[in-house]
């Protein structure tokens, strides 16, 4: 293999709160749907981000396995900022899909103020120290 073949890659985010669980009437349906555990996510970004859902990132590694087949130690690491200057640290619960390395990360946005954010996602081998990362953004429009 070339060398950096077996880096890791990161693919573009879904942002999403258009989440489907198990038993949602929906499920079944035959939309562009991304398995993923319980959950389904259409294949479509949320416009607007309302604080009252969970907000979903949904993204696929590549090489997030080492040549023996064991899955990296991976580490998920974030910044969230408003106007590039106010950091902020949300909960955070990754989900992974069993084996075909399509991840999701689930943040609870539901103390953010309204307004736009900016984030970068960082994927980080514990042991190689190689990381990818890749950033998008959202508006928050809505909340109770």
Known sequence: SS?????????????????LHAGDMDFMSNENLLEF???????????????ARPLYLYFELDNYRNSDGTQKNLYFDYKLYDDETVFLKVPLKPLE???NGAFALQFDVSKLPLGDYSYLLKVVDVESKE?????????MESGR
């Open 3 to 19: 060398p950096g073949a077996d880096k890791l890659e990161l693919s573009s985010i879904l942002l999403t709160q258009d989440v």
């Open 131 to 139: 990381f990818a990362m890749k950033g998008a953004s959202f508006k």
């Open 97 to 99: 899909m069993a084996g």
């Open 37 to 51: 555990q319980t959950l389904r996510f259409p294949a479509r970004i949320t416009r607007g981000i309302d604080r």
